[in-house]
C-alpha cells in the first residue's frame, strides 16, 4: 500500500461522471474535501482490511473492483460480495467493532480514506450524506439477499448466470465495462465456485454449458453477457437500467 502522490480534489472526483453514481452537489463536495484524509494504491491481491482487526478508517472506491469474504479456522474462505466504484469499504459492521470481514483487490485498487469518527459529524451537518450512507448499506443488504437466494435455491446454471449478470450491470453502472457487454475482470474458476457454493468440478462444466448456449462466456480473464435482457430473464434478476447510486 502507498500513498497518491497527487490525489484528486473531489471537484474533480472521476466518480462524478460515472453513468450509474448521482453526483454530488458542490457544498457536499467542499466537506468531503474537509474531512478526506488521503488516497491509497492496493495491486490485485493486496488486503485491504483484515478480518478480527481494528480499523479506524473507511474507503470510497475510485477505481477498481474488490471482493469481501469470510475465513474459516480451517483456511476455506467464503466470498460474499464484490465492491465496485462507488462503493464503501468498511460500511459494513459496527463502527466501534473489529472487521468482520476481509477485503482484498482483485483489480488494482485506488481508493479515497476517511476517518470513521468523522462520520458523526458528517450525518449531523449533511443528513442527505447521512440518508446515503443508510442507502448503500441497505443496498448492500438487497444485494446479499439475492446471493443467498442463489445458494439455496437457484440451480447451478442460475447461479452462474445471476452471478454473471449482476456482476455486467455494476460494471456497466460504473464505466468499467467494455463494448459488447463485456468485462475484462480476472476471476478464476475457484473463486466462483467459493462464490456460489458449487464445486469445480461443477462449475467448469456449467461455465461450458453456458457457453454453448449463448448466455455466458466466462474465462479466466474476462466475462460476456451477449444479451443481457435474456440472460437476465433466465436469472430472474433486475437490470438496474436507469438507477442511481449515492456515493461518499
Known amino acids: 500500500m502507498f500513498e497518491v502522490a497527487k490525489p484528486y480534489a473531489c471537484r474533480e472526483c472521476p466518480l462524478q461522471h460515472c453513468p450509474g453514481l448521482r453526483p454530488l452537489e458542490e457544498r457536499q463536495l467542499d466537506y468531503i474535501q474537509t474531512i478526506k484524509t488521503g488516497e491509497y494504491r492496493f495491486e490485485r491481491g493486496d488486503t485491504v482490511l483484515q478480518e478480527q482487526e481494528s480499523c479506524d478508517y473507511l474507503f470510497t472506491i475510485l477505481e477498481g473492483v474488490a471482493i469481501r469474504f469470510l475465513t474459516l479456522d480451517d483456511g476455506r474462505r467464503q466470498i460474499v460480495n464484490f465492491m465496485f466504484p462507488g462503493d464503501l469499504i468498511g460500511l459494513q459492521g459496527a463502527f466501534d467493532d473489529v472487521v468482520s470481514h476481509s477485503v482484498e483487490a482483485i483489480l488494482p485498487l485506488r481508493l479515497c480514506r476517511f476517518r470513521r469518527n468523522d462520520f458523526v459529524a458528517l450525518i449531523k451537518e449533511h443528513p442527505r450524506l447521512g440518508y446515503d450512507i443508510t442507502w448503500l448499506a441497505a443496498k448492500e443488504e438487497s444485494a446479499l439477499e439475492g446471493h443467498l437466494v442463489s445458494l439455496g435455491q437457484r440451480s447451478a ?6 452471478l454473471a449478470v ?6 456497466l453502472a460504473t464505466g468499467i465495462a467494455r463494448e459488447g457487454n463485456k468485462f475484462a475482470m480476472p476471476i478464476t474458476q475457484t473463486q466462483i465456485a467459493d462464490m456460489l457454493g ?8 456449467t461455465i461450458r454449458a453456458l457457453d454453448r448456449d449463448g448466455l455466458v462466456q466466462w474465462s479466466s480473464r474476462e466475462i460476456c453477457v451477449p444479451d443481457m435482457e435474456k440472460a437476465a430473464e433466465f436469472a430472474d434478476f433486475d437490470l438496474s437500467g436507469k438507477t442511481v447510486r449515492p456515493f461518499i
Open 166 to 171: 449482476w456482476l455486467l450491470d455494476r460494471a
Open 157 to 162: 446454471r442460475e447461479r452462474v448466470v445471476f
Open 198 to 205: 458449487l464445486s469445480l468440478v461443477h462449475t467448469n462444466r
